[in-house]
């Protein structure tokens, strides 16, 4: 649909050129993602067997290089609703690590913090709609469901006819020994 060949670059354009601008000067990131990463490294710590690497201009890196990467796959139409996840689960820390509001004093400063963080909201929302968008196909579950159905109603048919055939057989037998 054309709808969503010009909607899916659009959705994708901020992923990308933020992204691109992050791996061209990732130390502008590392001071706002500093928290976050350290909350997320220190949670998993304690969850998970292995250690998460804490070097935060790593972490930058990586979440802009899958910025660049789904975003440009997104806006291609390539593995949409996959590359759409992503982003959505990118953008929430980096919403969470860039736009910290409620830490600025300042009126305008937090007015400018609050317009980005809303509009990174409304790109998660964006993209949250793409990423359950079947395109009008069905959707995998309800193929799914549909399939076990189909089956289960087939192995229903076929055992009805099994039955009558050994039925049958059944009596053949009862008349030959009858004889």
């Known amino acids: ?8 670059p659009l959705l994708a354009a901020p992923f990308v050129y933020g992204g691109i601008s992050t791996l061209r000067k990732p130390q502008d990131r590392v001071p706002g993602a500093r928290p976050v990463v350290e909350k997320i490294a220190d949670a998993a710590d304690k969850q998970l067997p292995v250690q998460l690497p804490k070097d935060v201009e790593q ?6 290089a899958v910025k660049v990467v789904a975003g440009a796959l997104f806006g291609l139409g390539r593995f949409p609703r996959l590359t759409a996840l992503v982003l959505a689960t990118s ?10 509001f409620w830490e600025h004093t300042d009126p305008t ?23 359950v968008d079947t ?25 009805e006819r099994a039955q009558k055939r050994a039925a049958k057989a059944q009596k053949k037998a009862a008349k030959r020994v009858g004889r």
Request: without cysteine; proline residues 3%; aromatic residues 6%.
């Open 91 to 100: 953008i929430v820390p980096t919403t969470l690590a860039g736009h910290r």
């Open 1 to 8: 649909m054309l709808v969503r060949r010009i909607a899916r």
């Open 135 to 159: 395109e009008g196909k069905p959707s995998v579950g309800y193929r799914a469901r549909r399939a076990a159905r189909k089956a289960a109603d087939s192995t229903e048919k076929s055992f």
């Open 59 to 64: 972490w930058v890196k990586a979440d802009a």
């Open 109 to 131: 400063e937090r007015f400018g913090q609050i317009s980005n963080f809303l509009k990174n909201t409304g790109l998660l929302g964006g993209l949250l709609l793409a990423a």
